[in-house]
């Protein structure tokens, strides 16, 4: 059960547990094979109980679905696909009953072609929403600009026949760049985030937060102008609906990535991009060096404010904030057969991309719920699921949650080739072996470890509140790290390596002090003058605490 004096706290966002949900492929209540608000619902009850704080609804509108839903077509309302607003606003209810906060996807970089004000821009030079997208005649501006989608997108310039003009996108050309010059633009996404803090949801996640502003002559990334129009954003939840958070997703180094949060008054939160890929980096290689440089280099962030970390989620595994050398060694390693990858990353999950290894799911998770920053967690990784590679981009991660043994794995009752994606149904990670129903009735089941996990982490605020101190070890495949907050200081260990590691730590300031370990509950020895010895079994680790 969350803890009910989170309710009240204006910085609950700085210890929750975060859970991403596509509401397309989570739990389907009508029987059409496609997952809708009311089957979300009707799993709060798991969520709870798995000790989830705050669900993350991945796009949830009117869409073509031609990018998962971040192709919006309205920005107020729900695809009827997925239900009513009404239906949305009882799983709200429902959520907050619980003590479950919601966000949502705010993505207002880019609308679908197919939104009215796109329908109404490309129409006509002289309809009142020409300039509300960023139009030419030439496909030559603002050439500094990288491409995203490099797989699908030879340009950010794409030709519009009945506009006779080129429009911008950063990302697919279905996806039409809004135009944040224009003063009408932003109002009217200040207008959307209104309607849904209306309705009573949490915050929002800002998709693609660094490209809203374009300037000639720079790579339109992180423009000071985009961020005022951020700024301006927070402004306005702050005045018109206090306490709404929100995430910025920005795939960038953590020197610009501290910018998002301004002076503490722009974004809450922001993903921790570069810190993901280095936590299987490190195991790949069996030695902590690239988190160590990782957590170092990372900036402190206004007290307000908390990063986001994850493992995994509905994208591909960016490989974007690593070195040329790391990430060829990564592809090798997680990505072999280019049927896995995708733009400038890899499209599998977190059990398959870890070998389906019992030990290293539980050391990465050990790690995401310990460093500094709130975890995101991604819906069926908790039980393991597996991947598709064959379908379609990222819809290879996309499959449908795997409930139990039952027939869809418990996601649809429609018939298997209406579902709007194939379950997963191979020996290794098939619904018939992978499923909540089996791993909640399961004591060892891996559910069971991590529920466990998060139970023991929201015991103890200081995961998301404490300092950060690195602890030298003279093994260079474990990483340790001190956690402090108000008095109360834990230890976390990880043995990166398939190897068990007897290591040394000088823990002079906590000489006299018996370990706990928070996890399993034993009582180690007590530290003395000499140094500490700890023995970790392979990809083995400890939260200890130290009083
Ligand atoms: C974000 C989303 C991704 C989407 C892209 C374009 O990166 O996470 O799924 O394709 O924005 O909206
Ligand atoms: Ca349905």
């Known amino acids: 059960m969350v803890d009910p004096t989170n309710r009240n706290d204006p910085f609950w966002y700085r210890t929750a547990v975060f859970y991403a949900v596509y509401v397309r492929t989570f739990a389907d209540a009508n029987g059409d094979g496609i997952g809708d608000f009311r089957g979300l619902t009707a799993k709060l009850d798991y969520l709870s109980w798995f000790g989830v704080d705050c669900i993350w609804v991945l796009p949830m509108y009117p869409s073509p679905l031609k990018d998962g839903g971040y192709d919006i077509a309205d920005y107020c309302d729900i695809l009827p696909a997925y239900g009513t607003l009404s239906d949305f606003t009882e799983f709200l209810r429902e959520s907050h009953d619980r003590g479950i906060r919601v966000i949502t996807d705010l993505v207002i970089n880019h609308t679908s072609d197919q939104h009215p004000w796109f329908q109404e821009s490309r129409s006509s030079p002289t309809s009142p929403k020409r300039d509300w997208y960023v139009w030419r005649d030439t496909d030559t501006g603002y050439s500094d600009v990288r491409i995203i989608f490099t797989d699908s997108e030879p340009s950010n310039w794409t030709w519009d026949d009945t506009a006779k003009q080129y429009f911008w996108h950063r990302f697919y050309r279905h996806q039409p760049d809004l135009n944040f010059d224009n003063p009408e633009v932003q109002q009217a996404i200040l207008d959307v985030a209104s309607f849904w803090a209306d309705l009573g949801v949490d915050g ?9 502003v374009e300037r000639e002559g720079t ?6 102008e985009t961020h005022a129009v951020l700024k301006r954003l927070r402004a306005h939840l702050d005045a018109r609906h206090p306490g709404t958070i929100l995430l910025a997703e920005a795939n960038l180094w953590p020197e610009q990535l501290v910018d998002y949060f301004g002076q503490g008054d722009e974004f809450q939160l922001a993903y921790h991009f570069p810190i993901m890929p280095r936590m299987y980096l490190a195991l790949h290689e069996q030695n902590a060096r690239s988190l160590i440089d990782m957590l170092r280099r990372t900036p402190d962030i206004p007290p307000n404010c908390q990063w986001g970390v994850f493992l995994r989620n509905h994208d591909e595994l960016t490989l974007e904030m690593v070195t040329e050398a790391e990430r060829a060694a990564m592809y090798e390693a997680f990505a072999p057969v280019p049927r896995l990858r995708v733009n400038v990353g890899i499209r599998r999950r977190l ?81 018939p072996h992978v499923n909540v129903e ?104 400890y939260w200890l605490g130290l009083g």
Not at 219 to 224: A, H, M, S
């Open 204 to 212: 929002f996640r800002v998709d693609a937060a660094p490209y809203l």
């Open 219 to 224: 790579t339109c990334d992180n423009l000071p």
């Open 438 to 541: 089996d791993q909640q009735r399961q004591e060892s089941s891996l559910l069971q470890a991590l529920r466990w996990l998060l139970t023991v982490r929201h015991r103890h605020p200081l995961f998301g509140l404490g300092s950060l101190d690195l602890v030298d070890v003279d093994q260079p495949a474990v990483l340790a790290y001190l956690r402090r907050h108000d008095g109360a200081t834990a230890l976390g260990v990880f043995n990166l390596s398939a190897h068990s590691q007897s290591i040394h730590l000088d823990l002079m300031p906590y000489i006299g002090i018996s370990p706990v370990d928070l996890v399993g509950g034993a009582v180690l020895d007590r530290i003395d003058t000499a140094p500490y010895t700890l023995v970790l079994a392979p990809y083995g680790f």
């Open 351 to 431: 059990a398959p991309l870890l070998q389906g290894d019992r030990r290293k799911i539980e050391l990465l998770h050990g790690l995401l719920l310990s460093l500094p920053g709130s975890p995101f967690l991604y819906y069926g990784d908790e039980i393991g699921m597996g991947d598709l590679p064959f379908l379609n981009d990222r819809d290879a991660v996309r499959t449908p949650m795997q409930w139990s043994p039952d027939r869809n794995g418990g996601f649809s009752r429609a018939e298997r080739d209406r579902l709007t994606l194939p379950v997963i149904e191979d020996p290794q990670y098939g619904y």
